[in-house]
């Protein structure tokens, strides 16, 4: 994986963790949004899927939700992962940190 980017000082309050079940939405700890701690992607009983069609949806905030920003560090066992809201890791990017 490229590190071309440059993270922020916020990059100290990422909380790393050793790997996410991958559900939507779930609330565990270990799968919450590295940053602001919340939930990533919506659960499938969600009633704002009600009427949304991910086939033909092109790109909504329910779709963006689905999609974590993936960061690794270490290596094999010792490996971390950090998951965010693609809202989240644009604060860590930004300059300044300013959300
Ligand atoms: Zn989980
Ligand atoms: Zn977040
Ligand atoms: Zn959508």
Not at 22 to 43: K, M, R
Not at 63 to 79: H, N, Q, S, T, Y
Request: proline fraction near 5%; charge should be negative.
């Amino acid at each position: 994986m490229s590190t071309s980017f440059q993270l922020n000082e916020r990059a100290s309050e990422i909380r790393w963790s050793k790997g996410s079940c991958g559900v939507s939405g779930c609330a565990d700890p270990e799968c919450v949004c590295a940053l602001c701690a919340q939930p990533i992607g919506i659960s499938e009983d969600d009633p704002r899927w009600e009427g949304h069609d991910r086939e033909s949806c092109g790109w909504c905030e329910l779709c963006e939700d689905e999609v974590p920003i993936m960061l690794f560090r270490g290596e094999g066992k010792a490996m971390l992962q950090a998951a965010f809201h693609q809202k989240c890791f644009e604060r860590l990017l930004a300059p300044g940190g300013a959300a």
